[in-house]
């Protein structure tokens, strides 16, 4: 499998290149902090720690890896970055928000910065490939000809060009989520978080979605990977972060996948 990935880097290289020159404005002020960030929550009487203590720094067009068991904090820092949390204790800054401190009317603004892609890929079923790409920039005030122009450059980007027309339940799970990569790419935020994205697919899927989250980091963009998969962080040989009970208990360049 590593093989195969690795002779395909060149294609992949040239295929993109036109879609590069489209979101070549490098994010040079984008910079992720967590700062002594706690996040607990009542049950009842039950208080229960997500997330404890936790510092540190992401910066500019880095490729991260979170790791840790289910319930070991990584779902708590994304909802805190994308502001659907706020923290317990601690400060949480993206860029120049302060997430403690953000408005609500800032909040799309702020989520617009951020590309989010999940496992299950969260794709409208109504609505097709270049409709569920489109609907971004709909959101986001775009013109149509905008919309036009840009949405089938992402999904040529992500090798979808062919079945922009098709509907989620036409596409595989490997294509939903290239799909998905597109409508996070398509408003060229500063950071993409990818939340377990190759969770449901097999393992020849995974490596396409690896390989493009890497072609993404390469044209300039911050990529928050999460993941379970040992053999994908120890190929990616990047920084890893690694949590357990909440807390930070390893943070490495060029770190693998350990988990106690």
Request: charged share 25%.
């Amino acid at each position: 499998m590593r093989i195969k990935f690795q002779n395909n880097a060149n294609k992949l290289s040239k295929k993109y290149s036109r879609y590069s020159l489209k979101i070549s404005i490098i994010r040079e002020h984008s910079m992720i902090i967590f700062q002594n960030v706690s996040k607990f929550y009542k049950i009842n009487s039950h208080q229960t720690t997500a997330l404890e203590d936790a510092s540190f720094t992401i910066n500019p067009k880095e490729f991260v890896s979170l790791v840790g068991k289910s319930g070991a904090g990584k779902s708590t820092i994304v909802k805190l970055l994308i502001a659907e949390e706020k923290p317990t204790k601690g400060k949480v800054i993206f860029g120049s928000y302060d997430v403690n401190k953000i408005k609500h009317r800032e909040l799309p603004h702020l989520r617009r910065r951020i590309g989010v892609i999940f496992q299950d890929f969260r794709l409208l079923p109504n609505k097709t490939s270049f409709e569920n790409v489109a609907f971004a920039l709909e959101v986001a005030g775009r013109l149509q000809s905008d919309i036009e122009t840009f949405v089938p450059q992402a999904l040529e980007m992500v090798g979808l060009k062919d079945k922009m027309f098709n509907f989620p339940k036409e596409l595989s799970g490997g294509e939903k989520q290239r799909v998905a990569i597109a409508r996070a790419m398509i408003n060229h935020p500063d950071v993409i978080i990818a939340d377990e994205p190759t969770g449901n697919l097999d393992p020849i899927n995974a490596w396409e979605i690896i390989r493009l989250l890497l072609k993404i980091n390469e044209l300039g963009t911050t990529v928050l990977l999460a993941t379970h998969n040992k053999e994908i962080i120890n190929y990616l040989n990047r920084r890893v972060i690694n949590l357990e009970n909440g807390r930070v208990i390893r943070d490495e360049e060029n770190g693998k996948y350990i988990l106690v």
